[in-house]
């Protein structure tokens, strides 16, 4: 089969052996895979890939099942799924546990599903797992902009939360108020600290779903209401903060965070369940949909990859095979 190899400067289309199915897979014929920035990690030596995973870069495919392993399961050959995979997602077939391939909800095509598994697992686990977001609480996501961002806009104004949003352009902002958002903050042009006090009368907001971490840390404990939850989901400004300890005690604040790669199957399939029952029907029925900027032809991955690293996308950018 094609698939992607890579190294820290460079993506190309080469030759790969087809991988082979354990008993609980099935192989995925992929029409389309999402890019995300654990990629972009792992390209650079950063972010290696669990033990037993493919080297070959791609966490989310969607296609048609090709061939089953040894496991009874309700899936069949010809069957049309998306998939959360653990890597080996760009390439021309695609291993994928079967708990953790889903129906590609009615009305979308391959290159809407591609872009729905590693963002809509990562927003539901974060959002209304860990941090518990309720209706009519105020969630803060930095990255508005991005594939978790507009996912998560979506899905908390569809439940019922205020959302507010950091962007780094004009125009970003207006596409997240266009989306749903209660407010955008240009965070070039403004200080969102100070604008999120503003605008909550002092409150501050009840949830804050932060990619960026390092100097973001307190300014977000200023911008928590009290109870307040900080769920931390990647670390583009560094790993490390300083940490006022007091605000935390006096708020009663929680501060935790999660990386989802790693987590076994198990803990993975609860999820899809929930995505299953809860969010694929709004996805059908139209209420929130996958944003997509740019797709790019497989071997073109590092033009995408060049594109992910602008920051100057809106959405995903997704691959066709």
């Known amino acids: 089969m094609l698939a992607i190899s890579h190294s820290s400067t460079a993506l190309n289309l080469t030759d790969h052996v087809t991988p082979t199915l354990k008993p609980d897979e099935v192989l995925i014929k992929v029409h389309a895979a999402g890019i995300n920035r654990p990629d972009i990690m792992q390209r650079q030596g950063l972010y290696p890939p669990p033990k037993g995973a493919s080297d070959i870069l791609g966490l989310e495919v969607a296609g048609t099942i090709a061939d089953l392993g040894n496991n009874q399961s309700h899936l069949k050959i010809g069957d049309k799924v998306c998939a959360l995979v653990t890597g080996g997602g760009y390439a021309e077939y695609c291993t994928a546990a079967i708990p953790l391939c889903l129906s590609i909800p009615s009305g979308l095509n391959f290159t809407q599903a591609a872009a729905l598994p590693e963002t809509y697992f990562t927003?539901?686990?974060?959002?209304f797992d860990r941090a518990q977001l309720k209706a009519n609480e105020t969630l803060l996501i930095h990255g508005g902009s991005?594939?978790?961002g507009t996912t998560a806009i979506q899905l908390a104004k569809v439940f019922g939360a205020k959302v507010i949003v950091t962007a780094g352009s004009e125009k970003k902002c207006n596409f997240c108020t266009g989306l749903g958002a209660d407010l955008a903050i240009n965070y070039h042009?403004?200080?969102?600290?100070?604008?999120?006090?503003?605008?909550?009368?002092?409150?501050?907001?009840?949830?804050i779903l932060d990619m960026i971490g390092g100097d973001y840390f307190p300014r977000n404990?200023?911008?928590?209401?009290f109870d307040g939850r900080l769920v931390h989901i990647a670390l583009q400004h560094g790993i490390k903060a300083e940490i006022n300890l007091l605000p935390i005690m006096l708020k009663r604040l929680s501060i935790?965070?999660?990386?989802?790669r790693a987590r076994n199957t198990h803990f993975k399939a609860k999820i899809a369940r929930q995505l299953q029952e809860n969010v694929w029907p709004l996805l059908a029925s139209g209420q929130i949909k996958p944003i997509i900027h740019q797709t790019f032809p497989l071997a073109e991955a590092e033009?995408?990859?060049?594109?992910?690293?602008?920051s100057e996308h809106i959405g995903k950018i997704i691959l066709t095979v």
Do not use: P, R
């Open 123 to 127: 927003v539901w686990s974060n959002l």
């Open 146 to 148: 991005s594939g978790i």
């Open 189 to 207: 042009e403004q200080d969102f600290a100070q604008t999120i006090k503003s605008y909550t009368n002092n409150q501050g907001v009840d949830v």
């Open 221 to 225: 404990i200023k911008c928590l209401n």
């Open 256 to 260: 935790t965070g999660s990386t989802l």
């Open 303 to 310: 033009k995408a990859h060049v594109l992910m690293e602008s």
